[in-house]
T-cell receptor
Framework: KAGVTQTPRYLIKTRGQQVTLSCSFISGHRSVSWYQQTPGQGLQFLFEYFSETQRNKGNFPGRFSGRQFSNSRSEMNVSTLELGDSALYLC??????????????FGPGTRLTVT | GEDVEQSLFLSVREGDSSVINCTYTDSSSTYLYWYKQEPGAGLQLLTYIFSNMDMKQDQRLTVLLNKKDKHLSLRIADTQTGDSAIYFCAESMGDKIIFGKGTRLHILP
């Protein structure tokens, strides 16, 4: 089966701008999650969508939002970018999500640099 | 609180066994996982263990779980250059999953 892909792979934005990152995940998977990875904080959970509804949310401000579409796509949006938003953003999908056998399949990530 | 701790670096000679350790704090964890991240790639699930198991073996990988000490380890037998990566320990409970900061495994020739 096809894996998880993310576009773009690299992105440079200016502070104050907004950005939308895209993810195409595995067909048939109902859960998609987004993570922020930085050297200092490691991998932090942003949010999870299940059947197009947000099911879980991490401790990130409201500037971070997401969507899941019925065609195995998801988007993540960050408004009013700050320098600290520079990170690798990872998308991951799983059949059901949740704590029951949380076998997630990750994309390669989008590296966002905010200047 | 919830936390997953790992040492940041490990160097191992090619052909030796690598043992990557992890401690976690939440005793209600359902599953514990090991993920591998190679440069420029996302995380790849290597193996996972249910919290009522002590050990799981899968080819060169052995996972040991000590629930009493909340300690998880991943042993890679006959370490190869292709094993060079960052290894993440993670625990899940309910609808949440918590990752450690990763252990960078460096292979010495």
């Amino acid at each position: 089966k096809a894996g998880v892909t993310q576009t773009p792979r690299y992105l440079i934005k200016t502070r104050g701008q907004q950005v939308t990152l895209s993810c195409s995940f595995i067909s048939g998977h109902r859960s998609v999650s987004w993570y922020q990875q930085t050297p200092g904080q490691g991998l932090q959970f942003l949010f999870e969508y299940f059947s197009e509804t947000q099911r879980n949310k991490g401790n990130f401000p409201g500037r971070f939002s997401g969507r899941q579409f019925s065609n195995s796509r998801s988007e993540m949006n960050v408004s009013t970018l700050e320098l600290g938003d520079s990170a690798l953003y990872l998308c991951a999908s799983s059949l059901e999500g949740g704590g029951w056998s949380y076998e997630q399949y990750f994309g390669p990530g989008t590296r966002l640099t905010v200047t | 609180g919830e936390d997953v701790e790992q040492s940041l670096f490990l160097s191992v000679r090619e052909g030796d066994s690598s043992v990557i350790n992890c401690t976690y704090t939440d005793s209600s964890s359902t599953y514990l996982y090991w993920y591998k991240q190679e440069p420029g790639a996302g995380l790849q699930l290597l193996t996972y263990i249910f919290s009522n198991m002590d050990m799981k073996q899968d080819q060169r990988l052995t996972v040991l779980l000590n629930k009493k000490d909340k300690h998880l380890s991943l042993r890679i037998a006959d370490t190869q250059t292709g094993d060079s990566a960052i290894y993440f320990c993670a625990e899940s409970m309910g609808d949440k999953i918590i990752f450690g900061k990763g252990t960078r495994l460096h292979i010495l020739p």
